[in-house]
């Protein structure tokens, strides 16, 4: 049967989230890089058959109710991407460059492997004229980091990585919370690297709804989330080596709001 990309309403879309990996037991490595794979070739031909979806899709855009459809209604060549692996929660993150000079884009896509394909899909979309927006620049600096696997013995622990993640969430919204640094820690706002991760924050962004994707190996943490008071839609992925945040990457959609209401940062 014809695979359909339809968006739920959102009782629908509580019973397909709830097709759990803990019931699956966890997924493999393996697996989930395939779906990481299957997702850059549903971008790069532009059709969603490239993906194993179930009959029913929960596809959210920029995290709200949308249609798969209205994404992939056209090739675009993905020109960088990192995967983060969550196999206890049997989700994939895609961060992700597009530099076609028409209309360039970084994404945030999270995947989730379910009972019956891949649903649900979160996808956060940031072009020209959201914050900080700079595609060339966020492939550049991201290159250039060293995201190589933590070695054996030196992981840490799921809950160790969650809780320095939420203290760096916790600081966007309140300065006194003390976040653990890595020395040569490097920021990058949408494009713009800085230097010292402690620079530009104010500590009056609320950093709100947040949903997570923990990669042990990598260890490093994605949160999907709601940003400032406007409520917009951001991606934070962090690098977290021997307990400290190394490398941070944040994106923000501002849902044609200039700069989203977020402060800027140099």
């Given at each position: 049967m014809m695979k359909q990309f339809v968006f739920t309403a959102v009782a629908l879309a509580g019973v397909v989230a709830a097709s759990p990996a803990a019931a699956q037991g966890g997924c493999s490595r393996e697996l989930l890089d395939g779906i990481a794979g299957d997702w850059v070739s549903a971008v790069e031909k532009g059709s969603g058959f490239e993906l194993d979806l179930g009959e029913w899709v929960d596809f959210q855009a920029n995290l709200e109710i949308g249609f798969m459809g209205e994404f992939l209604d056209t090739p675009r060549q993905v020109d960088w991407r990192q995967a983060l692996l969550d196999t206890t929660s049997c989700k994939v993150m895609v961060e992700s460059v597009i530099l076609d000079e028409a209309e360039p884009m970084v994404l945030s896509t999270v995947l989730t492997n379910g009972f019956f394909g891949v649903s649900p899909i979160s996808n956060i979309v940031t072009k020209q004229g959201d914050w900080q927006f700079n595609a060339a620049a966020t492939a550049q600096h991201a290159q250039a980091e060293d995201w190589a696997p933590i070695p054996e013995g030196q992981r840490a622990t799921r809950d160790e990585l969650l809780a320095v993640t939420n203290a760096y969430l916790d600081r966007l919204g309140d300065s006194s919370v003390q976040v653990p640094w890595a020395d040569g820690c490097v920021r990058i706002d949408a494009g713009v690297p800085i230097a010292s991760c402690e620079a530009g924050l104010t500590g009056n962004v609320a950093a709100a709804d947040r949903q997570y994707t923990v990669d042990d190996?990598?260890?490093?943490?994605?949160?999907?989330?709601?940003?400032?008071?406007?409520?917009?839609?951001?991606?934070?992925?962090l690098r977290i080596e021997d307990g400290k945040v190394r490398y941070v990457h944040t994106i923000a959609n501002c849902g044609g709001e200039a700069d989203c209401g977020l402060p800027q940062t140099s």
């Open positions: 190996v990598l260890g490093a943490v994605n949160v999907q989330l709601r940003l400032g008071e406007q409520r917009r839609a951001g991606s934070i992925t």
